[in-house]
């Protein structure tokens, strides 16, 4: 079961270990020792899960999650931590986590966890896709950009949605056309470019989180 897991350890012998058992077990992982830079990463990038230790050099694990939950990032997380209280763990569901690990720990079960968290989490969410703070809901048709409902026409949705399938390719124009027009009429490449541009309008009217790039020449892709 391939998947892509961000963790957040600080201390450093314990991240290696961990990653070496996530990856050994089929997973992709990117560690990182701090909060410092992961709210860039995963502004530019999509992951599965996330294991977070919550005593964290200059940041509270949970409040983190929190913040991240607030700005739209739904990846499932589990916490390892050492904070073991009935209170702590109350505290950390209540912000966002779902599951909760004491350390020490067994690495098989953190496998085994990860594992059950996301069978559930993709099966639940098989309806359901992603991108940075985007959610598109394929079963309503709806769209939240962190958290708020965004109104698109069925064409804007159908193109935001063949871009999210897509997000690791460049579209060019004439695949967009056959996917999204489906080929109704003559239609020019500038039709394209003036839905991509009203679409970008809605999803980022204030022109800060370009999430969609053109690629002069060639087409489109996510960012």
């Not at 193109?159 to 897509?166: A, C, G, K, Q």
């Not at 056309?177 to 809605?202: G, H, M, P, S």
Request: with cysteine.
């Amino acid at each position: 079961m391939s998947a892509s897991v961000l963790l957040i350890e600080d201390e450093s012998d314990l991240l290696e270990l961990m990653e070496y058992h996530l990856q050994k077990a089929g997973f992709e992982t990117t560690g990182f020792l701090s909060t410092k830079r992961v709210e860039q990463f995963l502004e530019e990038e999509q992951v599965d899960l996330m294991v977070v230790d919550r005593n964290l050099p200059g940041a509270e694990g949970s409040e983190f999650v929190q913040k991240l939950r607030d700005k739209g990032i739904q990846a499932p997380v589990i916490f390892v931590t050492a904070k073991d209280s009935n209170e702590d763990i109350e505290e950390g569901f209540m912000r966002g986590g779902d599951d909760y690990l004491t350390k020490p720990f067994n690495m098989n079960e953190l496998v085994l966890r990860l594992r059950a968290i996301l069978k559930r989490t993709r099966n639940e969410n098989a309806h359901l896709l992603y991108h940075r703070d985007i959610t598109l809901n394929l079963e309503t048709r709806e769209v939240f950009v962190a958290r708020q409902s965004i109104e698109l026409t069925k064409l804007e949705f159908d193109l935001l949605h063949t871009l999210m399938s897509h997000k690791n390719s460049v579209l060019n124009r004439e695949f967009l056309l056959e996917k999204v027009w489906e080929e109704e009429a003559c239609f020019q490449d500038k039709t394209v470019n003036v839905a991509i541009n009203r679409l970008k309008k809605k999803i980022d009217p204030t022109k800060t989180k370009n999430y969609i790039k053109s690629i002069w020449g060639v087409g489109y892709t996510l960012c």
